[in-house]
């Protein structure tokens, strides 16, 4: 039988084989050339919010009650920068999957651009914490502990499980290495859906996506009321904070089908209307008492926020939202979002660093002296994150798109179609029904004699 379908597709006219080639390569879309300027824009706002929070929310001193006590507890939002990050990458991987979901080496090539990107930086970060460690494995100088003191084992952070023993034990740890429990969950992100994408139908795509996001604040209220480290664990683990990533992922689902384009595009106006309500909800979180690890935010904090975010990324790509647009275009914030990812590995350090080297002290924030300080951690953060870019990031990522998707062979795949007992084929018997009428298989076979 392959012999007869091999002369089955050696008899179908030139223009079918193009027909069937043009299927395909819509099916599975080439790879960008440019980059969107918008999405560097939106990484560079959201590293920000987290620096500030760790670098001046966090440390802040002020006396109880008073105007600068207040400022500082509106300012602790800008932690949601991690939940932004979250949104934006569910965003863009989900579009590398949907888009590559019918190449032959989709696995391979995905696996492998994300280890080249992710390993590089995360493994230098490792490195400098073991170093820190032998060199002050006898005593801490002063200040240091604040970095150092209480790790976790250190294979939890080279199998990206640290946010699972966060979860057990109350604790980020030390802080040298914290901020990478949202590493792990992006690893662990990473590593399944994948799978996810590939084998489910895509008439139950959205469905599914939307289920499995509303799970999420489920089970962050099941681990509140049920664990006594149900607050910290609905904020670390993958499967309580995959909401963000899935609706991330459902912005890249919207802008991939052009109806469901055609109906955002028609009503941009209500949709503009609905992201201002929600960001108006958002920046009231402080009032309405949703910090870290709350209640209300286990509820609708984490959701409301990754709507807002999801909804901006798909009213960017389709134009609308032009002033914002031209915010998340500035230089300043496509150069910061370039190198988001070393600024969010090594900015914690750096501060421990330079605060126990200059002033002997764990980072605090109440005086000019400590300001100064402050600010010389971020320009030293920079720094390195401009210098990991050139020599390490911006390199390992284009050795990774030297690994191409590569799209199937148009006569082997209809070869594969033909073996299908109910595949179709065109018809072979002369006159007008040539190149128009679908015959089956076994209709065929009898036409052929």
């Known amino acids: ?140 100088p002063a200040g240091m502990g604040w970095l150092l003191d209480k790790p976790l084992p250190f294979w939890t952070y080279g199998l990206y499980l640290q946010n699972f023993w966060m979860a057990f034990q109350g604790d980020f740890g030390a802080n040298f290495i914290a901020a990478t429990w949202s590493l792990a969950v992006e690893e662990q992100f990473y590593l399944l859906f994948p799978l996810f994408v590939y084998w489910c139908p895509k008439r139950h795509m959205v469905k599914m996506l939307v289920l499995l996001a509303v799970t999420a604040p489920l089970l962050r209220v099941v681990l509140f009321f049920v664990w006594q480290n149900g607050g910290l ?94 915010v998340l275009r500035l230089g300043v914030l496509r150069y910061i979002g370039r190198m988001s990812y070393s600024i969010y590995l090594y900015h914690t350090a750096i501060l421990g660093g330079t605060f126990s080297l200059l002033l002997k002290i764990e980072p605090r924030l109440g005086s000019i002296k400590e300001l100064g300080v402050t600010l010389l951690a971020l320009t030293l953060t920079i720094l390195l994150a401009q210098l990991t870019w050139v020599l390490f990031e911006n390199r390992f990522i284009k050795f990774g798109h030297r690994f191409s998707y590569r799209m199937p062979d148009t006569r082997n795949e209809i070869l594969d179609d033909l073996e299908k007992p109910d595949s179709k084929i065109p018809a072979l018997v002369p006159g007008p029904a040539m190149n128009s009428v679908p015959m089956t298989r076994r209709e065929s076979r009898k036409s052929l004699g």
């Not at 089908?257 to 955002?264: G, R, T």
């Not at 609905?274 to 709350?294: A, D, E, R």
């Open 233 to 326: 664990a609905g904020y670390v683990l993958l499967f309580t904070r995959w909401d963000s990533l899935l609706l991330g992922a459902l912005g890249a689902w919207v802008v991939r089908k052009p109806k469901v384009l055609e109906w955002f595009s028609s009503h941009w106006q209500r949709l503009e209307k609905l992201l201002f309500g929600l960001c108006l909800l958002v920046v009231s979180f402080p009032f309405l008492g949703f910090y870290q690890f709350t209640f209300g935010m286990a509820v609708i904090g984490h959701f409301s926020i990754a709507v807002a975010a999801s909804l901006l990324l798909v009213l960017v790509a389709i134009g609308r939202v032009s002033y914002v647009a031209a």
């Open 1 to 140: 039988m392959p012999y007869l379908a091999q002369i089955l597709v050696s008899a179908m006219p030139d223009s079918q084989i193009n027909m069937q080639k043009s299927i395909a390569e819509h099916r599975v879309k080439p790879e960008p050339t440019q980059r969107v300027l918008e999405l560097d824009g939106i990484r560079g706002i959201a590293i920000l919010l987290v620096v500030f929070f760790h670098y001046f929310t966090q440390h802040a001193q002020t006396i109880p009650g008073s105007l600068p006590a207040y400022v500082v507890k509106y300012l602790s939002i800008t932690w949601i920068g991690v939940d932004i990050f979250f949104v934006l990458s569910g965003y863009l991987v989900g579009g590398i999957l949907l888009d590559k979901r019918g190449t032959t080496n989709y696995f391979k090539v995905f696996y492998l651009r994300r280890s080249v990107r992710i390993f590089p930086p995360y493994i230098l970060l490792l490195l400098f914490f073991v170093v820190a460690e032998k060199m002050w494995a006898s005593s801490f």
